[in-house]
Each structure stands twice: as C-alpha cells, then as structure tokens.
C-alpha cells in the first residue's frame, strides 16, 4: 500500500511536469518552423493539456485496467468544466465571444452526445475507438483550418497565445525538452497507472471510481496551471480555449486510444450516472455562458464558486456511493 502511494505521488509529480516541458518543448518548436500562433493554442497547447489523459489512459489500456482510461476522460472533463474552470473565473471573471457560444461549445456538446450514442450498447468496441480517433483527426483538421483563416487577420489571440511561447528557449532546448516529454510521459503514466490501481483494490473501490477521481484530478493539473495563468493575465479566449480543447480531445482521443487498444464493457450505472452529469454540467455551462454574452455580461466570481460547489457535490457523492 505505501509502495502504491509512493509510485502514484511520483507519477502524478513526474507527470505534470513533463507535460509542462513537452508542451513548451511543442509550442517552441513549432512556432520556430513557422507553424501561426492560432494553430500553436488551439491545436498544440489544447493537445499538449490532453497528453497526459491521453498516455495514461493508453497505459491502462494495455495493462487491462480500460475502466480507469473511462474515468480519467470522464472525471478529467467534469474536473476541467467544474473545477478548473471554476478557479479561473474566481481568479478573473470570465467574458465570453460570442464564436465561443456558437461555434466551439455547440461543437463539444455535439461530440459529447456522439460518444454518448456510441456508449448506449454498454460498450466500447475497437470500431468505437476507430471512429472516435477519426472524429479527432476531423476535429484537429478543422481547428487547423480555422488557424490558416485566422492568418488572414490580426487578432487578439495571436497575442494570447505568442505571450504563453517561452522567448529564452532556443531551438535545440525546445526539441530536447519535446522529446523528454515523449519518453517521460509513458514513464510517468506508469507509475501512476501502477499505484493508483493497487490503492483501489488494497481499499476495494472500483478502478472507474479512481479514475474519476485521484487520476483525472492528476491528468488535469495542466489545466488548472494555465487556467489561473491565463486568468492572471486576463487571457479569457485562451483559459476558454484549452479548456474546450482538452474536453474535446479527451472524449475523442483519450476514448478512442484506450478502446482501440483495449475494447470494454461500461460500467453499470456509469452511461446514466457519471457520463449524465458530465453532460449536464457542459450543456449547463454553455446555456449560462449564452445567457451572459447575450447580456453583455461576465460569468462573474458567484458562477466560479458554484462551478466548484458542483465539483465538491460530485466528488461527494462518489466517496459515498
């Protein structure tokens, strides 16, 4: 048991960082071969953020523990809609564009209700990992094209996104630091695979529990640090943006890898319990978020802190079920 505690402190500590240097050593690099700073944030920094969903979830996969995998995409989208975005409205009260409201939220609700249809047999097969992985290639696809627009005009978010691109890292750093990140986040994911699966069998709580809530709290941690970041430098698009990113590319992505790898069977009551809240909770948050740019108003700091009430509630009721 304390070997499994230490192995999952050092995962979850090794895991946020070589995220943050795989996503520095990503966003560097990239904008030294030119890639546009539109596509660096929405792109590679919404991707970066998904990496470590996306390892851990690829680990547990391959070592049989594909429930985890569910709870991390799962509990790692209730953990960034309630909690990170929580703190960084708390942070900074958030004001919304109105193409959040119309384009990129609509967008996460229409994938999120995708995946759902896909989840009503009770299971994940391998075609259900093929076509999520398909839809995030689509996705990445599109977002890229939106990026080679953007090109065409200045906007405000180039600013955003070129302020988050360390200015003293040289081109040699950034690609050493990108291929840490690519050895060290399996290493990391391991560990914390490892002994976030031991606690919960040492303890008895099912695999699925743990992931939605130990690992997503972990693999979320990337979120939270640019939430706040972005939020202290009044960068609302860009805490927006990774944020919607992230949940994108953990329904498509991390679900896709872990039933590619591995197809399962859902947990029961998992579809109409967990999944129902997580959707929920999305569709509120976009209806609340239309409400305010249709009033010309902020999400001020009373959503943040509710935003965190529903994360208390929800971590709440899985201690007790």
């Given at each position: 048991?304390?070997?499994?505690?230490?192995?999952?402190?050092?995962?979850?500590?090794?895991?946020?960082?070589?995220?943050?240097?795989?996503?520095?050593?990503?966003?560097?690099?990239?904008?030294?071969?030119?890639?546009?700073?539109?596509?660096?944030?929405?792109?590679?920094?919404?991707?970066?953020?998904?990496?470590?969903?996306?390892?851990?979830?690829?680990?547990?996969?391959?070592?049989?523990?594909?429930?985890?995998?569910?709870?991390?995409?799962?509990?790692?989208?209730?953990?960034?809609?309630?909690?990170?975005?929580?703190?960084?409205?708390?942070?900074?009260?958030?004001?919304?564009?109105?193409?959040?409201?119309?384009?990129?939220?609509?967008?996460?609700?229409?994938?999120?209700?995708?995946?759902?249809?896909?989840?009503?047999?009770?299971?994940?097969?391998?075609?259900?990992?093929?076509?999520?992985?398909?839809?995030?290639?689509?996705?990445?696809?599109?977002?890229?094209?939106?990026?080679?627009?953007?090109?065409?005009?200045?906007?405000?978010?180039?600013?955003?996104?070129?302020?988050?691109?360390?200015?003293?890292?040289?081109?040699?750093?950034?690609?050493?630091?990108?291929?840490?990140?690519?050895?060290?986040?399996?290493?990391?994911?391991?560990?914390?695979?490892?002994?976030?699966?031991?606690?919960?069998?040492?303890?008895?709580?099912?695999?699925?529990?743990?992931?939605?809530?130990?690992?997503?709290?972990?693999?979320?941690?990337?979120?939270?640090?640019?939430?706040?970041?972005?939020?202290?430098?009044?960068?609302?698009?860009?805490?927006?943006?990774?944020?919607?990113?992230?949940?994108?590319?953990?329904?498509?992505?991390?679900?896709?890898?872990?039933?590619?790898?591995?197809?399962?069977?859902?947990?029961?009551?998992?579809?109409?319990?967990?999944?129902?809240f997580m959707t929920m909770l999305t569709a509120s948050f976009w209806v609340v978020a239309w409400w305010c740019v249709?009033?010309?108003?902020?999400?001020?700091?009373?959503?943040?802190?509710?935003?965190?009430?529903?994360?208390?509630?929800?971590?709440?009721?899985?201690?007790?079920?």
């Amino acid at each position: 048991m304390l070997l499994a505690a230490l192995a999952l402190i050092l995962g979850l500590v090794l895991l946020v960082y070589s995220a943050d240097r795989f996503i520095a050593g990503a966003a560097v690099s990239a904008h030294y071969l030119g890639v546009s700073s539109m596509v660096i944030g929405l792109i590679i920094i919404g991707f970066g953020t998904s990496a470590p969903e996306m390892v851990v979830s690829a680990v547990a996969s391959w070592q049989g523990s594909s429930e985890l995998a569910l709870g991390n995409a799962v509990g790692s989208n209730i953990t960034n809609t309630s909690l990170v975005l929580g703190v960084g409205i708390l942070v900074m009260p958030l004001m919304v564009s109105s193409k959040t409201v119309r384009r990129e939220i609509p967008l996460l609700i229409m994938v999120t209700l995708a995946v759902f249809v896909l989840m009503l047999d009770g299971e994940q097969s391998r075609l259900d990992g093929v076509l999520l992985l398909s839809a995030m290639v689509l996705v990445t696809l599109w977002l890229g094209w939106i990026g080679t627009r953007a090109e065409l005009s200045k906007d405000v978010f180039d600013d955003e996104v070129l302020s988050e691109i360390p200015t003293d890292m040289s081109k040699v750093t950034a690609f050493w630091w990108l291929a840490f990140g690519i050895v060290m986040l399996p290493v990391a994911s391991h560990f914390m695979v490892y002994g976030a699966t031991e606690i919960a069998h040492a303890l008895g709580v099912l695999d699925v529990v743990i992931g939605l809530t130990i690992v997503a709290l972990g693999t979320s941690l990337p979120e939270l640090a640019a939430a706040v970041a972005s939020a202290l430098k009044k960068e609302h698009d860009l805490l927006l943006g990774n944020i919607i990113g992230s949940n994108m590319f953990n329904l498509l992505g991390v679900l896709g890898i872990s039933a590619t790898i591995n197809p399962y069977r859902l947990p029961e009551g998992f579809l109409h319990q967990d999944y129902l809240f997580m959707t929920m909770l999305t569709a509120s948050f976009w209806v609340v978020a239309w409400w305010c740019v249709k009033q010309g108003k902020t999400l001020s700091r009373p959503i943040g802190l509710l935003l965190l009430l529903c994360y208390g509630g929800y971590m709440t009721w899985l201690a007790t079920r």
